[in-house]
């Protein structure tokens, strides 16, 4: 026995069976681990006096932040406390657990489940609690939530039950209104939120497990050359009626580069290597990412104006920030090229069009638009096989015009292979 530190707790590997390795300096507390990896800081202890009285086992929490053999070994001093004063930590847990409502549990996730996600992953988390989960469940106690009512959400919001009413500015962050794809996220974020209460001991199951989220039509947009043409013209009337070279270049970029909208937008010029021809960045969807740089996306590079004291490559009107007008720029440019419902993310889906046409592998195709998984850039395969199938169009007619061929016709033979030696 020795006593629980980061390092120990970091080297116990899961086993056949359940691993508890036992702490040396608080009696009862320890580290379980699962055969399935999962670490969660313990507490045993018995509930009243005497050698008869009960074992009972209260998880404190799952191993990472907050929880850390530190915090949990307080947090089992503390209980240790309370078990002396003649308190029952399990059972005041249950009880708490009982009456604890899914909005309650969700204000908890949102301040200390959701530490590791990205602050447009929450802001998205925020706003599906907010329209969805919350005026089907929000009111319920966490313990009363079964697979049924799980299953009866999917279908709800996939018929727009719960969905907001639209914003008061159209184009500032609509909320979607339904939908197989809003359910499903729906679903995700509740999946989340009570994985994190089973984490924490409030539950002992999770009943989204083993729901299927409902099939997601993907809605995509690709360009034609024709409309890609008519972009160019209003990009370049955009700018040349208002003078700031900088949002028609964010367009040209997402479109020469297939990056995401919040890649461009907040580019700084220290990511920028035009020997190389890369960009570098620290971070994304997907983590640090490498776009390779084509000749047309080097030139808008290379024609913008950098400004003193602004590290951003899209500048912006107030010194040193990033441009922050591009929605209301965007609906004065798609509306002059005549194509009123383009999305900038769009242009991203043209990118991985006119690649995967082109007889791209998709393979590489994933690398530029930096998947991390190849199912993601599975959507375009069947824009990838349009040169195959070009191909064998050519070779049927070929075949075809052979086999039509009038009796008696010249014949040309095929070159002999060379005897070897």
Known sequence: MQKLTKRVVDATEPGVATVIVWDAEVRGFGVRVTPAGAKSYILN????????????????????????????????????????????PAETRNVAARMMTVAALCDLYLAEGAGHKKPATLKADRGRIRNHILPLLGSRRIDQIARVDVERLVRDVTAGKTAAPAPKHPGRGRVAQGGSGTAGQALAV??????????????DDNPVRGVRKPPIRKMERFLSEAEIARLGEALDAETAASGDPYPAAAVKLLL?????????????????????????LPDSKTGAKPVYLNAPALDVLAA??????????????????????????????????????????????????????????????????????????????????????QAAEAIGQRIKAALGREAGAEVVALPAKRAAG
Request: hydrophobic share 40%; with cysteine.
């Open 45 to 88: 202890y018995h509930a009243g006096r005497g050698r008869n009285a009960p074992l009972r086992r209260i998880t404190i929490g799952k191993h990472g932040s907050p929880w850390t053999p530190e915090t949990a070994r307080r947090e089992a001093l503390r209980l240790r406390g309370e078990i002396a004063a003649g308190g029952n």
């Open 190 to 203: 509740l999946g989340a939120v009570l994985a994190f209460a089973v984490g924490r001991g409030l539950r």
């Open 256 to 280: 020469f580069t297939g990056c995401r909208r919040s890649e461009v937008v907040g580019l700084r010029w220290e990511w920028v290597d035009f020997e190389r021809a890369m960009i570098f």
């Open 304 to 389: 913008l104006p950098r400004q003193d004291g602004n590290p951003h490559v899209i500048c912006g009107h107030r010194d040193g920030g990033a441009y922050v007008g591009m929605d209301k720029v965007w609906r004065r440019v798609r509306a002059a090229a005549g194509l009123p419902a383009l999305r900038l993310h769009d242009l991203r889906h043209s990118f991985a069009s006119l690649g995967a046409a082109g007889g791209g592998s998709l393979l590489v195709l994933g690398k530029l638009l930096g998947h991390r998984n190849a199912s993601t850039t599975e959507r375009y395969a069947h824009l990838s096989a349009d040169p195959m199938r």
